[in-house]
């Protein structure tokens, strides 16, 4: 058993082997107020060292008590205000004083039903949602750490892929399904035909709040990754990826001498003849979005040149 000059000491040592709501929150000299008349019934004898045994089983490892200080970010305030409600009174009766350690047991019991019970009703929170963003609304009060938990989750969220067509609308938006704090700032980026998360290959599109961004009429031009970045401050809190990719109507890329409206006749299938234009005598471009044809020019005698047409897919 300590003697009363080693109290402290003993009290740190004990308190260092485990942590909980009660250390989290009750001091170590109100402990020793608490705990100074503790007898030992079966023998008859001043116990402090078992008096922090009740506290560690009552408290500390008790499974309802952690749970009830699972709160939200801030309400740990108010746990040590229910706390200090329940262990203060107490401390200030039983010191100096001595008591049975069923008279403990008892009261101490008690302590712990009443805090389970009013922190149980602080509020809770919905916890992190996976698999990315700087959540600290999610953050939930650790009984076993004396801290708030936080979600960990990197900043990048996986790309997601968007298939569309030519011409057709396309929507992208910047929203995830944790809070997001009231001063946020949205930056969108664009990295040109590559699917990419580097930031550095990422040129700014536009910043403002606005969280949705919408190409109205998607094109070839439009073939790459969109990057969302949301801030608060200077802080980072996510950032959102999409690939814009597609296959629609055969797209004629800039410099294809094939005009419009031009004469033409079938030769062999997806293939016709046309009179070229001034120099240069022919320029083609294959791309993979919107171009579900490659084009293939081929000179011929007499200035002419024979276009063909081949799908990248055979399956037709």
């Not at 000299?29 to 078992?50: F, P």
């Not at 008279?103 to 949602?129: H, M």
């Not at 536009?206 to 790459?224: E, F, K, M, N, W």
């Not at 800039?254 to 001034?278: E, Q």
Request: aromatic share 10%; with cysteine; charged share 20%.
């Amino acid at each position: 058993m300590c003697t009363s000059a080693l109290w402290l000491m003993c009290a740190i040592l004990l308190f260092s082997t485990s942590l909980g709501c009660y250390h989290c929150f009750v001091d170590v000299q109100d402990s020793l107020r608490l705990c100074w008349g503790h007898i030992l019934t079966e023998h008859n004898v001043r116990n402090v060292d078992a008096c922090f045994r009740k506290l560690d089983r009552i408290f500390t490892n008790n499974e309802r008590v952690i749970e009830a200080g699972r709160v939200g970010k801030g309400y740990d305030k108010q746990l040590k205000e229910l706390l200090d409600a329940e262990i203060l009174p107490m401390a200030e009766e039983f010191d100096k004083k001595l008591n049975d350690d069923t008279v403990y047991e008892e009261r101490l019991q008690t302590a712990a039903d009443n805090f389970i019970a009013a922190a149980s009703k602080l509020p809770r929170v919905s916890g992190c949602f996976p698999p990315c963003g700087f959540q600290s609304a999610g953050a939930v009060y650790n009984c076993i750490t004396c801290q708030y938990d936080s979600c960990e989750f990197p900043l990048d969220c996986p790309v997601k892929e968007i298939k569309v067509t030519e011409n057709s609308k396309s929507r992208m938006w910047c929203d995830v399904p944790f809070h997001l704090p009231n001063d946020i700032e949205v930056i969108w980026r664009f990295a040109e035909e590559v699917k990419t998360q580097q930031v550095d290959q990422f040129k700014e599109v536009t910043a403002g709040v606005d969280r949705l961004y919408s190409i109205p009429s998607a094109s070839l031009q439009h073939q790459g990754t969109y990057l969302c970045e949301i801030y608060s401050g200077q802080r980072s809190i996510v950032r959102l990826y999409y690939y814009l990719t597609g296959c629609g109507r055969p797209h004629r890329a800039a410099g294809d001498i094939r005009p419009v409206s031009a004469p033409r006749r079938a030769v062999t299938p997806h293939a016709w003849w046309s009179s070229p234009p001034p120099p240069p005598p022919f320029a083609t471009a294959s791309h993979s979005l919107f171009n579900c044809f490659a084009a293939a020019a081929i000179p011929l005698p007499r200035g002419s040149v024979l276009v063909i047409n081949t799908r990248a897919d055979r399956s037709f």
